[in-house]
């Protein structure tokens, strides 16, 4: 008998609000979709520092991105540098 380890992705949403990332799930896998949501008034960006993704975020929108590797990845607005935020993505 062979078991099946086959592990299913999640999708995860992290709202921009009052100027501010919300708080992003503890650890994401690879293949885990996020959906960036922009609640606020004003255009924001989620960027990678490392140049990995550069979701832009018109107001009142969404956009989803789906997580291609592991590592922790920091973040930020391009607009607005002092928002920032990490991904922790694990296999």
Request: aromatic letters at 8%.
């Amino acid at each position: 008998m062979t078991v099946s380890t086959v592990t299913k992705s999640a999708e995860y949403q992290i709202a921009i609000a009052n100027m501010k990332f919300g708080l992003p799930p503890a650890t994401l896998h690879v293949g885990d979709v996020i959906v960036w949501r922009n609640d606020d008034i004003f255009r924001h960006t989620a960027t990678a520092r490392d140049a990995s993704f550069d979701i832009d975020l018109p107001a009142k929108s969404q956009k989803k991105m789906t997580i291609e590797r592991t590592g922790d990845v920091k973040f930020y607005c391009r607009f607005h540098p002092m928002m920032i935020g990490e991904l922790n993505v694990q296999p």
